[in-house]
T-cell receptor, first 113, second 111 residues
Framework: DVKVTQSSRYLVKRTGEKVFLECVQDMDHENMFWYRQDPGLGLRLIYFSYDVKMKEKGDIPEGYSVSREKKERFSLILESASTNQTSMYLC????????????FGQGTRLTVV | GQQVMQIPQYQHVQEGEDFTTYCNSSTTLSNIQWYKQRPGGHPVFLIQLVKSGEVKKQKRLTFQFGEAKKNSSLHITATQTTDVGTYFCAGPGAAGNKLTFGGGTRVLVKP
């Protein structure tokens, strides 16, 4: 079974803190994604990576950065957390070829106070 | 950029009734995927459609890809309480790697 594991299920951070969300997949997938999910807005793509050290901006990259030093790990970084970044964050991975299904982690509910 | 829209945003269905949710893309898609997210869970892949006009069935779920490959639909027959959740469609970007999701249709079933 494919496994995508996110480091935390729930996280509470203070405004201005630097926050790291970690995601690890065990299926040797080339593609990895970070989405945020808010009520009524669906899944919005923050960043994705198609190879080690490669990254591309998604639809809402402002306030976020990412790191992919190893193929299995994709980190989302909130440089200076703000209350409007309170959300559910979902990591996903897939094979590189177009049209392959994405596998999701269980999600991290981040609250910034 | 590419946009994927779904309607309706919410669907209240009486148990046993049928309903349809629709997905529209601003660009032509090479394929379209559907996912289901149960309450408190994460999105799980249901199916992928690739060919123009393609129709696929999974038990009571029927998925269709439009002739122009810019829209898709999911039809559920005889809705059950197990169908509760949010259904998302998703399409790849031009390069094939980026996966853009629609806003989802949240389905609530009245017993």
């Amino acid at each position: 079974d494919v496994k995508v594991t996110q480091s935390s299920r729930y996280l509470v951070k203070r405004t201005g803190e630097k926050v790291f969300l970690e995601c690890v997949q065990d299926m040797d997938h080339e593609n990895m994604f970070w989405y945020r999910q808010d009520p009524g807005l669906g899944l919005r793509l923050i960043y994705f990576s198609y190879d080690v050290k490669m990254k591309e901006k998604g639809d809402i990259p402002e306030g976020y950065s990412v790191s992919r030093e190893k193929k299995e790990r994709f980190s989302l970084i909130l440089e200076s957390a703000s209350t409007n970044q309170t959300s559910m964050y979902l990591c996903a991975s897939s094979f590189h070829r177009a049209g392959t299904e994405a596998f999701f982690g269980q999600g991290t509910r981040l609250t910034v106070v | 950029g590419q946009q994927v829209m779904q309607i309706p945003q919410y669907q209240h269905v009486q148990e046993g009734e049928d309903f349809t949710t629709y997905c529209n893309s601003s660009t032509t898609l090479s394929n379209i995927q559907w996912y289901k997210q149960r309450p408190g869970g994460h999105p799980v892949f249901l199916i992928q459609l690739v060919k123009s006009g393609e129709v696929k069935k999974q038990k009571r779920l029927t998925f269709q890809f439009g002739e122009a490959k810019k829209n898709s639909s999911l039809h559920i027959t005889a809705t059950q309480t197990t169908d509760v959740g949010t259904y998302f469609c998703a399409g790849p970007g031009a390069a094939g790697n980026k996966l853009t999701f629609g806003g989802g249709t949240r389905v609530l079933v009245k017993p």
